[in-house]
């Protein structure tokens, strides 16, 4: 059933309205009804929902309702795909990510009647509501001081196996890779703190054979810690992989949440990375979802310094338009918000760099292996040294 909403009430001219005031909620969206009367009903229900008692005058939309800005089909009308630009008052929610997104992809949105899909493309934020968030710490410059590496990628590497190894037989993958010219190594995601690898005996071992690569090659090499966890548990895995001597630590904003990011920027002394797990069950759902690269915004503006994403090939099922897209999230001017580190990847190699370049089109970014260092024939000394090899190929 769908309510017999007021639909003038709910639409607005930009211009007329406070812009300072309000973010601008981007979605297409596939109606049953017509179009007006679903995004009329759409911004009741992300918003006022009710907004008069029986008996009781107390219109609140004025002040507090979303408004409809621009409404538009998407290519030919009889495709039945619309655009749908919505304006909400931010005083709704203040700048707190968790309550955002409640309204801007909650209950309201998914379940609004007459909308039989929708996806959230984009969000715009005004500079004074953006101003309300520190973002990343470090950001793309600091890790580039951090070690050192100036004018071309970051090469990282994802210790495999990812799950059974030892400290110690960890460690020694790191180091060989280390060796051969990788500037990171970092555990995989599904590496947690483990009874056979805890993340403090863990990062020990590994700290004390970065050590000793950066004494042999005359390089800085760094550690990405996993300390996805439960969010209780974060800053205190956090701090136990700094005092053991990681150089940057990592967690799944996804699944702990954009909160537990936020937080963590707070605590942290090191470089945080955003793990994208979990980011394809709300990009890849048959009724719409949440654009990748708003995603990869909202880490940006929670905090990480480094955003790792789908990257290009057939592996990660990806169109090369959205990883430029994530890209761009990353280092697209955002008010006062430092640039993040764009890290696309998925089943990259020495071979597959010059096309990751190419597709990129410069050198703000990390290019990160798993297979393709530690799977290496030859071993990982050899996996991380083929690809600084296929890198000096191309800029010689």
């Not at 960890?170 to 995989?188: H, P, S, T, Y």
């Not at 999230?329 to 990259?348: R, T, Y």
Request: proline share 6%.
């Amino acid at each position: 059933m769908v309510t017999d909403y007021d639909i003038p009430a709910f639409f607005a001219e930009w211009s007329q309205l406070d812009q300072p005031a309000y973010l601008r909620f981007l979605y297409e969206f596939v109606p049953t009804i017509d179009p007006r009367k679903a995004v009329a009903g759409l911004c009741a229900e992300q918003s006022t929902a009710m907004w008069q008692r029986v008996g009781v005058v107390e219109d609140l939309r004025e002040r507090f309702g979303a408004k409809v800005i621009r409404l538009e089909p998407v290519g030919d009308v009889a495709q039945g795909r619309w655009l749908v630009e919505i304006a909400h008052p931010h005083r709704n929610f203040g700048a707190r990510l968790p309550n955002l997104l409640v309204a801007a992809a909650g209950e309201g949105t998914f379940y609004a009647p007459g909308v039989a899909a929708i996806t959230l493309l984009d969000i715009t934020f005004p500079a004074g509501y953006l101003a309300e968030f520190a973002g990343p710490q470090f950001g793309l410059h600091g890790v580039r001081e951090q070690l050192q590496i100036h004018e071309r990628p970051f090469f990282i590497g994802v210790v495999k196996p990812n799950l059974g190894l030892s400290p110690a037989d960890f460690a020694a993958l790191a180091f060989e890779a280390w060796c051969g010219g990788l500037d990171m190594a970092k555990d995989d995601e599904m590496q947690a703190d483990t009874s056979w690898s805890t993340l403090r005996g863990r990062v020990t071992c590994v700290s004390e054979r970065r050590q000793r690569a950066e004494q042999l090659t005359g390089e800085r090499k760094g550690f990405i810690a996993n300390c996805i966890d439960e969010v209780d548990r974060i800053p205190e895995q956090c701090h136990i992989a700094e005092r053991a001597g990681a150089t940057a630590v990592m967690i799944s904003p996804v699944w702990t949440g954009l909160s537990a990011l936020r937080a963590l920027r707070r605590v942290s002394g090191v470089p945080v990375m955003a793990h994208f797990a979990g980011v394809a069950v709300l990009t890849r759902r048959p009724q719409g979802g949440i654009a990748s690269a708003l995603l990869t915004r909202l880490m940006r503006i929670a905090g990480a310094d480094m955003i790792g994403f789908a990257g290009f090939g057939d592996r990660m099922q990806t169109a090369p338009d959205e990883v430029r897209a994530n890209i761009h999230a990353c280092l697209e001017p955002l008010g006062a918000i430092a640039p993040a580190l764009p890290i696309p990847g998925g089943s990259d190699s020495a071979q597959t760099l010059a096309h990751v370049a190419q597709q990129v089109g410069h050198v703000d970014f990390g290019f990160i292996a798993g297979r393709g260092v530690f799977g290496h024939a030859e071993g990982p000394r050899a996996g991380a040294r083929s690809i600084r090899e296929v890198w000096t190929q191309l800029h010689v």
